[in-house]
Nanobody
Framework: QVQLVESGGGLVHPGGSLRLSCVVS????????IGWFRQAPGKEREGVSC????????TYTDPVKGRFTISRDNMKNTAYLQMNSLKPEDTAVYYC????????????????????WGEGVLVTVSA
């Protein structure tokens, strides 16, 4: 059973930084990528970033491009999202999930039959 466990959320002032981590376990089949989605209060869940597990090619959606950086450590089975220059509109529950990145769009792993989600961590950006 695939398990994705996020950590690193919290409260930060505007302009500050946070790093999210996602530990992946229980994977028994190949998958394209691991990445991040978020859901702000009253809004739909949206893709944030995805990293290809084979090539390390990265995808970022427009709202976070230039501020967020996704990375992975295969030895630790962990993915990271470094978030800099945070804005109040970045406030959301952030979910780690299998993903597919195309151009500047991030889709969940259901696109290739490998959908898995973490439970999410809350990131609050407020003065």
């Amino acid at each position: 059973q695939v398990q994705l466990v996020e950590s690193g959320g919290g409260l930060v002032h505007p302009g500050g930084s946070l790093r999210l981590s996602c530990v992946v376990s229980g994977v028994t089949k190949d998958y394209y990528g691991i990445g991040w989605f978020r859901q702000a209060p009253g809004k739909e869940r949206e893709g944030v970033s995805c990293i290809n597990t084979h090539t390390s090619e990265t995808t970022y959606t427009d709202p976070v491009k230039g501020r967020f950086t996704i990375s992975r450590d295969n030895m630790k089975n962990t993915a990271y999202l470094q978030m800099n220059s945070l804005k109040p509109e970045d406030t959301a529950v952030y979910y780690c999930a299998t993903c597919l990145g195309i151009s500047n769009r991030v889709y969940n792993g259901s696109r290739y039959g490998m959908e898995a989600w973490g439970e999410g961590v809350l990131v609050t950006v407020s003065a």
